[in-house]
């Protein structure tokens, strides 16, 4: 398997865990988001103005949560390792955080904590996940997703362009994980808590013994 189809498979799954994750916040949490950060700040902006800040406030933690998920992630990428063995490790890093996260499920966490971790995780997850086959994507926010897909979907009619089909394709891919996670939590797990987590956990299990198990397979010689 190469590091390319792995990194395609990560993206794609862990996609749709963070579907699944939103749509557990936005029954779970007075509509909040760990992803979609627009969607936390219109929130945010509109409750500050009709409703004033006592109400607004629940909306701050996944916010900086989320800021300082990418800031950590994004100085992970700067490890100095082999592309394999960094890989694996962003992966056993989202392991160990959920498998802290579904522990803390059976605790009293407060609300405004778990929305500023998941926040930190999803800020994280969007920064080290982010590759179907060659094509950079977002694997929780997708307005960026619909509009390249689209553009690409163009390019592929109009100027016969093979490669703009591919990523359009890819793109579709990341798109439908995404609903089909949001589909999972909602009607399989019931946007559950303690579901969503065991399940996002053992996604994530079975995918960094994929990645560390199964080796790239090197061209024999002649």
Known sequence: MTFSTKNSLTTLLQTFIMGSIDAYTFQNFDGSFVSAQTGNLVVFAYELASK????????????????????????????????????????????????????SMFTSINELNMLFTLGLFSGYELTVFNKIGGTSVNNAIMTGNLKNFSNNVYEALFSRDHAALIKAGQFLSGICMFILGILFSTYALKANGTNVFLCALVINIILLIIVTVIKEKKPQQD
């Open 52 to 103: 004033g800040w006592h109400t607004a406030y629940i909306r701050v933690p996944v916010l900086i949560g989320f800021l300082l998920g990418a800031f950590i992630s994004q100085a992970c990428k700067h490890l100095k390792l082999s592309t394999d063995r960094r890989f694996s490790i962003f992966l056993l890093l989202s392991v160990i955080f959920l498998g802290l996260f579904y522990g």
